[in-house]
């Protein structure tokens, strides 16, 4: 099975800030990772997919890069709404994981 | 709207069964493949089971494999999963999520609210 670990697990932020977190998988799966974004109590919502492909009515404060085994979020302004947990799936093969999850909360 | 409602959580005693639901509208639900994903509380996402636009072909957890089966309805729009046997470490909120075309990596593009399942006497 393919592991997924992102870091930081914990992120303290403040509005404006550029902050990015980390997806390191345990082997190779080219581009086919995506990210979702949780916020307390609601459902995931799919943020990025294709490793670097931003999903329709997601604001272009998100990217995503990376290939391989090593990809990264980047939040390029903070807004007060992206004060959630996000998440990075593999696509590659089954079973399908997802990362540990990263919490970024307001500092 | 493009949407998948759940349904059919509860409380239920480990050994027993539970079959939850998920109802797809305003796409078409046949070209699409299905997935389930569970969220124990306070812990991460774990994908459970996927089925195939037709029902052909299902892929599972390990550890749901045997207890747990995916399935689906065509001509009802409905996406299911029969829970046998269930234990504890299933107590989890579990979420209907639709599998994205191929052009955006398959990725679960549209979820559900969730439903929770509790096992527990």
């Known amino acids: 099975d393919i592991q997924l670990t992102q870091s930081p697990s914990f992120l303290s932020a403040s509005v404006g800030d550029r902050v990015t977190i980390t997806c390191r998988a345990s082997?190779?799966?080219?581009?086919?990772l995506a990210w979702h974004q949780q916020k307390p109590g609601k459902a995931p919502k799919l943020l990025i997919y294709?490793?670097?492909t931003l999903q329709s009515g997601v604001p272009s404060r998100f990217s995503g890069s990376g290939s391989g085994t090593e990809f990264t979020l980047t939040i390029s302004s903070l807004q007060p709404e992206d004060f959630a947990t996000y998440y990075c799936?593999?696509?590659?093969?089954?079973?399908?994981?997802f990362g540990q999850g990263t919490r970024l909360e307001i500092k | 709207e493009v949407q998948v409602v759940e349904s059919g959580g509860g409380l239920v005693q480990p050994g027993g069964s539970l079959r939850l639901s998920c109802a797809a509208s305003?796409?078409?639900?046949?070209?699409?493949?299905m997935t389930w994903v569970r969220q124990a509380p306070g812990k991460g996402l774990e994908w459970v089971a996927s089925?195939?636009?037709?029902?052909?072909?299902?892929k599972y957890l390990d550890s749901v494999k045997g207890r747990f089966t995916i399935s689906r309805d065509n001509a009802q729009n409905s996406l299911y999963l029969q829970m046998n046997s269930l234990r504890a470490e299933d107590t989890a909120v579990y979420y209907c999520?639709?599998?994205?075309?191929?052009?955006?990596?398959?990725?679960?593009?549209?979820w559900g609210q969730g439903t929770m399942v509790t096992v527990s006497s």
């Open positions: 999520a639709r599998v994205g075309e191929p052009s955006i990596g398959d990725a679960f593009d549209i």
């Open positions: 305003g796409f078409t639900f046949s070209t699409y493949w």
């Open positions: 799936q593999h696509l590659n093969s089954y079973p399908i994981t």
């Open positions: 294709t490793a670097s």
């Open positions: 082997q190779g799966i080219s581009s086919h």
């Open positions: 089925i195939k636009k037709d029902g052909s072909d299902k």
